[in-house]
C-alpha cells in the first residue's frame, strides 16, 4: 500500500538512477515482522533504511535488527493526526500515552526525521524535545500523471488572467497536512 507522498520520493530516487527496494509489513510491530526483518538483515548490510508515513513504529524493530540509525520520512507526528485532528482517545485516554511515546521513541532513535512544512518542524520540536537540525521540511509535491485530467495543463498558462492561480494540495485541512 504506497501512501502517495512516498510513492513520489521513491519513484524520484529510482529515476535519478538510486538502486531501491519497497518492503512492506502487514502488521509493523509484530514477531512475524521481526522474523521477516532478520531474514533480509544479511541481504541488506549495507542498506539505508527510510521507514514511511504513517509507519512510526517500524523504527524501533529495524533498530534492533540491523543496528542502523533509521531516517523516518515521517510526514507528521501520529500524534497530530490521530490524537489532534481525529480525538481518536481509546479506552480512558489510553491513545494519549501509547501514541506519544510512539512518536517520541520514533523520532528520537531516527537519525533524520521529514516533515511535510516548516511549522511541522518548529512544533515537531517543541513538542517532543528534539533538536532541529535533526528535523527538515519535503515538501510533497505531487504526481502530474494524477491531475492531467483535472481540466487544465499545469504548464500551460495561456488561458488564465495574472489574477488566477492554481493551488494544489495534497491531504485535508487537519494540522498535521500543514496546510496553515
Known sequence: NVRSRTQNYFHSLV????RCEWID???PFSFKTLVE??????????ARFVITCPSHILVMPC???FRKRILLDAGWPLWDGVIGSRKQLGFLGVNLIKIYIFD???FHFSSKVILESEQQVLHTSKSFLLPKRKL??????FNEKRVENFGFDLEDSTNRSR????VLFRGGDQKESGLE
Open 25 to 27: 509489513f502487514e502488521k
Open 104 to 106: 517520541f521513541l520514533a
Open 37 to 46: 526483518l532478520h531474514k533480509l538483515r544479511k541481504h541488506l548490510r549495507s
Open 63 to 65: 533498530l534492533l535488527v
Open 136 to 141: 527538515f521540511a519535503l515538501f510533497t509535491g
Open 163 to 166: 489574477s488566477q492561480f492554481s
Open 15 to 18: 529515476t535519478m538512477g538510486h
